[in-house]
């Protein structure tokens, strides 16, 4: 049986470094190259700028899936962070940023979940949702000055804005919940602590 330990050991450290690798290695060569292609295309129109946000789900997933694994505060900033440094290091494009970016996107992550034990252990739809919304807000806003987003048209700006909520909402809230409950009822894990 499957045991979700909410307490700090070499086991949630272990599993939390694993979290961080596959999805450092899925963002660089998987959710990148799918990006840059679609950027390549959207560019011409105007719109390549969007697809910064349409995409921005996908890398806020770290976090989320760390919660689950390791229902404990701290541990979404840590798997996230973990994922960019990995990401960084096996030629992440946008280098030492993402490291800043992991902060951004999984510190915020855990309002959903934060400060309550319970609410890392039970890991609601509503918690996750939540969670969501927060990594929007930190990704957005930080690469939002980061990379001069505010310099663009007031029509694309509200449009990167919507597109990188739904974009969170979607993959890093709803798409993580139905992943973790394919693990709950296939390994009908416990919680511990």
Known sequence: MFVRSSK?????IILLAL????????????FNSAYNA??????????GPAVDTIFSGLWYMAAPLAIYFVPT??????????????????GGQWGVVT????????????????????????????????????AHFGGFFST????????YSWNLQVVMFITGLLSSIIFDGVLV?????LFEKSLHPRVEG
């Open 8 to 12: 700090w050991n070499v086991k949630s």
């Open 19 to 30: 979290i961080g690798i596959i999805m450092g290695v899925i963002y660089t060569y998987g």
């Open 38 to 47: 679609v950027k390549l295309l959207l560019t011409p129109t105007g719109y």
């Open 73 to 90: 505060i701290g541990s979404g900033t840590i798997g996230e962070v973990l994922a960019a440094v990995v990401e960084m290091a096996v």
């Open 99 to 134: 490291i800043l970016a992991g902060i951004c996107q999984g510190a915020p992550n855990e309002i959903g979940f934060f400060p309550k034990k319970e609410r890392y252990q039970k890991f609601s739809w509503t918690s996750v949702i939540i969670g969501s919304i927060g």
């Open 144 to 151: 939002y000055y980061l990379y001069g987003w505010y310099k």
């Open 177 to 181: 919940k139905l992943i973790t409950e």
